[in-house]
């Protein structure tokens, strides 16, 4: 008789296949709506069978976390060619893209992270760091840049928001909200230019 999860994986694959199994519930629901049982019957897993490989949903949460957030870096990229407009706005598409694709789990990271662990409490950071260094790298600008950083940090905890907001209230077509927030960055980058020149 074949039981739930009595199928023989190496560690490391099984406790992928939770991490996946939970990817894809809190891209559903926030997490304080999944229980250890609602992913491990997702996964196919007995409860005991998951209390092996993590302590908790938070620990569970933050692997998934990392995964889902290395997933994000990893596609914010530009182009080096072309108008400037149209390399910053390839990366804000992968930004919505993911967070459309991602939404709970996008909503739990950004607005719980420091409450459920203190391995996600550092992940909006990270995500932010990432975001000034490809805008700086799409624009051509290298070096130390303080108002520059200062500038896309602060466009991107704005571009949070409103893609919380659009989320919950999609006053905007996906397409146009990308146009929206990469008109604001060289808006942004244009005062800081100038306020720097002056």
Known sequence: MTTRGSRRLPPE???RQLIDAAIELYSQRPFEQVSVEDIAAAADVSRALFYRYFTSPGELFAAASRVAIDGLVARLTTPAEGPLDQRLRHGVAEFVDFVEHHPAAFVAVVRNSSAISTETGGLVK???LAIVDVIKAGAGLT?????IDLTIWCWAAAMEEATLRWLREPV????????????????????????SAG
């Open 126 to 128: 990270e995500v932010r």
């Open 143 to 147: 070096g130390e840049l303080p108002l």
């Open 13 to 15: 694959q099984r406790r």
């Open 172 to 195: 905007l077509g996906k397409d146009a909200l990308i146009d929206w927030m990469t008109g604001q960055l060289l808006a942004m980058l244009m005062a800081t230019g100038q306020f």
